[in-house]
DNA sequence: TCGTCTCTTGACCATTTGATCAAGAATTAA
DNA sequence: TTAATTCTTGATCAAATGGTCAAGAGACGA
């Protein structure tokens, strides 16, 4: 009885259509009113599916959140990997701002999704930030005291440099509102790019002896 | 009938007393929970009263949110309004950064409550944002812009400073707990202090010339 | 003490919402 | 075409929840 479980591991045409409305769908209400703030109607009207029918894919509104979520977290380690310990420092960091920047205009969804998560006690991810997260931090922070130590950027904590980089860069997403109520006008990508390297970055640059 | 409208204006021993209990309670609930997934009667069991009573003091629970929120919001501006265009910038920016790092390690709720209003859209707090926030923000930044015009500290957008200074510090309380997973351990205010203000500010100072 | 006003709450209501299920429609493989 | 499987949904349920109300308890000034 070979079909009998396959179904269950291969996924069909539709199935993976549905689920991709599905997870579409649901970034985008999950991310605007949150999780006890979004209903299942919500998701099923936005991507034309009835209720029934999104719980015929996932049994449960929380497997929705929890897909979505996963989905989130493998785009967003990517930039951080990619860090490169034999290239310049000052580039390589600023190539990871502008990454990070590049995903906060193009997804806010997924960062305000995320935020959500953490502020509340990140009762969905709790392992993963103190697994492949924690992990990947102390693996990079390494990178980062090697430049130190190398003397090609000054000292500062390796850790909390990595933070403030978040730090600013996600809060151009999940504070949008602010930030535009403020400015009196959307910040364009390519001028945020700078300003921010700038900010973060300047401080760590040494200054050419004088000769 | 002096006495008919009197109890609405002037509030008696008891109100006074289970509005601040109600609030207190109201703000751990909401900034754990969001708007959505907080209940009335979550709040009421966290302060000892009934559901009812509760609904006596504040007719609806937006209101016992609203409430909340505006009495957060006064604690907000106060440290960017100490701002002193007159005084050393590298010390003044660093006792702001101190301060906020304050408010970040004894409230944490009521930045929590904020972040999670904005990330939402700021649907209560709109007029805020773009009446007193933006007016304030306007004005400080003019105080940095001094300073470097001056030849005080080195230029950069003095409006995205304040943004950086806002999202590092609020990060390490709205985050917490992504924080804490990655570092292992919950950092110290007294050090962070000093990390945060070098990380922002060390790009500020102006390099002593060479005689 | 008395009478008025304030405070408190058990019981209750209407609505929302996550979830179920049976029955029918559509798809697919043979 | 046929039969098995997958997909879809109207109807429905139980629980949660914001809010109401009447009746009683308590505080307080005269």
Redo the contacts with the bound molecule.
């Keep these: 009885m070979p ?2 479980t ?2 269950l591991v291969l996924k ?4 993976n259509q ?1 689920e991709a409305l599905i997870l579409d769908a649901a970034l985008e209400v999950f991310s605007a009113y949150g999780y006890r703030g ?4 919500q998701i099923a009207s936005k991507c034309g ?5 999104l ?2 894919y996932f ?4 497997d929705i959140y929890t897909a979505v979520l996963e989905r989130t977290l493998t785009h967003w380690l990517a930039p951080l990997q990619a860090l490169d310990a034999n290239k310049d420092p000052i580039e390589e960091l600023s190539r990871y701002i502008s990454a990070k920047l590049d995903l906060t205009f193009q997804q806010p969804e997924a960062s305000k999704l995320f935020a959500n998560e953490i502020l509340h006690g990140a009762p969905h991810v709790s392992a993963f930030l103190k697994g492949p997260l924690r992990d990947l931090v102390a693996a990079k922070a390494n990178v980062i005291r090697g430049w130190m130590d190398a003397g090609k950027i000054r000292p500062v904590s390796a850790e909390h440099l990595i933070f403030g980089i978040w730090a600013v860069t996600q809060h151009y997403a999940d504070f949008s509102v602010q930030v535009e109520a403020v400015l009196g006008t959307k910040p364009q990508a390519k001028q945020l790019k700078s300003t921010v390297s700038e900010l973060l970055l300047r401080g760590l640059k040494i200054e050419a002896k004088a000769v």
């Excluded at 069909?12 to 199935?15: E, N």
């Excluded at 979004?38 to 109607?41: I, L, P």
């Design positions: 079909k009998k396959a179904p069909t045409r539709i199935q549905n979004t209903t299942v109607d599916l009835s209720k029934p029918n719980l015929y049994k449960r509104k929380e």
